[in-house]
């Protein structure tokens, strides 16, 4: 009997050791490794230059343009680090020279722990990743081809609102007074942000939901639509309607009219606009992130790396540019490894194990 608990303790390791491989291999990456067997030494270099990316990860600034080429044997991994504020969709966009090759893209939530929390992944034929921030974040995008790959990729990552715009034909001119303006003298402080446009345009379900409430309560916001959408947990605001086209209960979907732009409540005389807003469980949140647009870069043409050899001493940098923090000083001659290209930078691989960015 004293033997028990060890038995015990043994099958709960069992158990959750088998819990994490069957998660694991519902993952691209997970699939794609349980198809090696553990000894192969080939597929352990793949491996381990994605641990030691993933561990050091390189920083970038979004939005971020480049041309990967990977022409050697164990497909070197590349991992970048960038921050993402509340309420924004970070999305990864890929280029490959054809539908067959293969190519691991993977969204990592940033903690420190050793296990890191898999976001997102490209899956299948798909061509595009997107993930939405619910706080301010750090996420670690990486990047590896599979095995034995030597293409040229295309590589775009940028950030886009996660929420449609509300007021429709309208886009961030509109926006004209922001989070934390004085109101009534400075009594308070505005906890929104104010889209104006004429009388009677829709306004729309920034995301799919559940609308709350919909009709006139109070003198503040006047006739008003309150909306628990199902993207990001968050209750959205819209006051001062001229009129609802919604009921409390229905469920919507993004894009869906809800109600028209007016003056109602206690912007009546004023100009007509939207108040609107965004509440988590701690109260009113900014919300301009969640519908900010951006402009999307533009494609490019495809380059084709050469290998590459310094002609000239330069610094590794932990980023494309020279506000970066340096790693190291390498020598005139020095041969590195060229992963990728972004502008005037170079991604590489010197000494084997450190990557940084050097000047073209």
């Known amino acids: 009997m004293k033997h028990w608990p060890i038995y015990i303790l043994l099958l709960l390791l069992i158990s959750t050791c088998t819990h994490i491989r069957t998660l694991l291999q519902h993952t691209e990456r997970g699939k794609y490794e349980s198809s090696f067997p553990r000894n192969d030494s080939l597929f352990g270099l793949w491996k381990a230059s994605h641990e030691r990316a993933m561990a050091d990860p390189l920083q970038i600034e979004l939005p ?19 921050s993402v504020k509340q309420g924004q969709q970070l999305v990864a966009e890929l280029k490959r020279p054809s539908d067959g090759t293969g190519f691991l893209l993977e969204f990592f939530n940033s903690n420190t722990t050793p296990s890191k929390k898999l976001l997102a992944e490209l899956s299948g034929a798909s061509s595009t990743v997107e993930w939405s921030a619910h706080d301010d974040d750090s996420v670690r995008i990486s990047l ?30 509109a926006i004209q007074s922001f989070w934390g303006a004085d109101r009534d003298g400075g009594a308070r402080r505005h906890e929104g942000i104010d889209i104006f446009a004429a009388r009677g345009t829709p306004v ?39 009129s609802t086209a919604v009921h409390s209960g229905r469920q919507v979907l993004r894009g869906d009219t809800l109600g028209f732009v007016g003056n109602t409540g206690n912007a009546a005389g004023g100009p007509p606009h939207l108040h609107f807003g965004v509440y988590g469980r701690s109260g009113a949140v900014d919300p301009l992130n969640f519908v900010k647009k951006f402009a999307i870069p533009p494609d490019w043409e495809y380059d084709t790396l050469q290998p590459k050899a310094l002609t000239e001493r330069m610094l590794l940098r932990t980023g494309p540019g020279t506000s970066y923090p340096t790693r190291l000083q390498l020598d005139k001659g020095e041969p590195v490894k060229l992963l990728a290209q972004t502008g005037k930078w170079l991604h590489v691989v010197a000494r084997d194990t450190i990557a940084g960015f050097v000047r073209r």
């Open 204 to 242: 729309l379900a920034v995301s799919d939901g559940r609308i709350d409430f919909a009709g006139e309560r109070g003198s503040l916001g006047g006739k008003q639509i309150w909306l628990s959408e199902n993207k990001l947990g968050f209750r959205v605001y819209y006051a001062h309607l001229d």
């Open 144 to 173: 590896q081809p599979l095995l034995n790959d030597s293409a040229v990729y295309q590589v775009k990552i940028y950030t886009q609102p996660a929420y449609h715009f509300p007021v429709i034909g309208k886009d961030n001119g």
């Open 64 to 82: 971020y343009l480049a041309t990967i080429q990977i022409g050697h044997p164990d497909a070197s991994a590349i991992v970048y680090a960038v």
